[in-house]
């Protein structure tokens, strides 16, 4: 039947502090969640309704427990999401996959605090197969490490991409960003988006209003204030 979607937090003793279920829609499914700097939580999930597809599902919480920010797209080209992470560019990196023209596809999102998107990118390896990205891991040069497994004539197999900061999967992709550390696109913008595009180079789209910047201070058309 229906189910909704759940998440506890407890402390090192293991007791439980606070139990939080959120309904999206006749079917919901939440999974790993990234615990955040400020003591909040970042949910990634998936979410249904009757007979529609399923569409990708992002929860932002606070330390209690509360809803801080909700995104469920509609039309969304990403329809499962499974990890998250918090990228150095004042972004968080989603993984998850849908289902483009026929085939499977693996895909690394970059959202804002608002849970606006920023950017996303296509992580399958190989186009001919069908792929599922289900975990994350940030790497010490900023880039990222994708795992899941692919799918070709029944058979399966491990999937691992290596992206570099800005989501780039293979050489071919880098472009003018190849040489580029993600120090060298940082404008000094709390309220912008660090991003490298391998045509254009550095790129800095603005985050959504209301997103932190600092104490007592949210961004506001590009500004924070």
Do not use: M
Request: glycine share 16%.
């Amino acid at each position: 039947g229906p189910g909704d979607g759940w998440v506890a937090r407890w402390n090192a003793n293991g007791d439980e502090l606070w139990r939080k279920t959120f309904d999206a829609g006749a079917d919901d499914a939440l999974a790993r969640p990234l615990a955040l700097s400020d003591g909040g939580v970042l949910l990634p999930g998936s979410a249904k309704s009757g007979q529609a597809s399923w569409r990708s599902w992002l929860l932002r919480l606070d330390a209690d427990g509360a809803k801080v920010a909700e995104a469920i797209p509609q039309g969304d080209d990403l329809t499962y999401l499974y990890d998250a992470g918090s990228a150095s560019n004042g972004t968080f990196a989603i993984v998850g996959s849908s289902r483009v023209g026929g085939v499977q596809k693996a895909h690394l999102r970059f959202v804002d605090g608002e849970l606006g998107a920023v950017t996303s990118v296509d992580a399958t390896s190989d186009p001919g197969k069908e792929a599922w990205a289900t975990t994350l891991t940030p790497l010490a040069d900023g880039g990222w490490a994708l795992g899941g497994y692919v799918e070709k004539a029944g058979k399966y197999a491990p999937l691992v991409v290596r992206t570099d900061a800005w989501g780039h999967a293979t050489c071919g992709e880098v472009g003018v960003c190849g040489p580029k550390k993600p120090a060298e696109c940082d404008d000094g913008n709390p309220c912008t988006a660090d991003l490298c595009d391998d045509a254009k180079g550095c790129l800095h789209p603005t985050l959504s209003d209301g997103v932190t910047c600092g104490e007592g201070l949210v961004c506001a058309t590009g500004k924070c204030q």
